[in-house]
Every structure is written in structure tokens, then in C-alpha cells.
């Protein structure tokens, strides 16, 4: 009988080893590393609300110069055809975005400029 308990004390203490290894590689390997990684969720989060910050701040600008292209063109009664063209692509791609801060009249309003300077033709 004193074997037998002898050899279910070993055991324990192989238990006890291994379970204290895991113990100790959990709060070394495991633990640091569930850290690590919240970390970075938290900083991919940061890094998508600067990113959306960044677009709203380039459509605001993006919005200001059509503004300011279909401003001048009207003011001078006429916009080159190319020019046209580069301008409605840049509106495409704002209302692309989702970006609704500009009506469809835009496009609309560069389309009826002639191509060329009044009095040339």
C-alpha cells in the first residue's frame, strides 16, 4: 500500500509541474500577447478615424474647388471642353463617394457653357 501512495504522490507533483508550467507560460506567452493585440485593435481604430477624418476633410476641399471651377467658368461664360470634362469626372467621384453636398444642377451648368470664349467661332 505505501507504493501505491508513494506513486500517486509523484503524480501529483507531475500535476502540480505541469500545471504550474502552464501557469507560468500563460502569464509570460499568452497574457502579453492578448495585451498586444487589444493594442492594436485600439490603434486600428485610431488609424480608421484619422483615415475617415483625412476623406471628409479632402471632400470638403474636393467640394470647395468645384465650387470655385463653376464659379469662374460661369463668370466667364465659357469652359473648354477638356476642362469640362476633368471637372465632371471630379463630380463623379465626389457623388461617388456619397458625398451629396452638391446638386446635379452642377454638371448641368458646365455642360451649357460653350466650348470656347464668346465672340470666337
Known amino acids: 500500500m505505501g507504493a501505491w501512495i508513494a506513486e500517486a504522490g509523484n503524480a501529483l507533483v507531475y500535476i502540480a509541474t505541469v500545471i504550474g508550467a502552464i501557469i507560468a507560460i500563460y502569464r509570460a506567452v499568452v ?30 476641399v474636393v467640394c470647395d474647388r468645384l465650387h470655385q471651377a463653376r464659379d469662374y467658368h460661369i463668370g466667364k461664360r465659357w469652359c473648354a ?5 476633368r471637372l465632371l469626372d471630379m463630380y463623379r467621384r465626389y457623388k461617388s463617394k456619397g458625398r451629396n453636398h452638391m446638386t446635379d444642377r452642377f454638371a448641368d451648368e458646365l455642360l451649357e457653357l460653350p466650348d470656347e470664349p464668346p465672340g470666337v467661332a
Open 81 to 85: 471642353r477638356d476642362k469640362k470634362q
Open 31 to 60: 497574457k502579453p500577447i492578448k495585451k498586444f493585440m487589444a493594442d492594436i485593435k485600439d490603434s486600428l481604430v485610431s488609424i480608421r478615424d484619422d483615415i475617415k477624418d483625412i476623406q471628409d476633410e479632402i471632400g470638403d
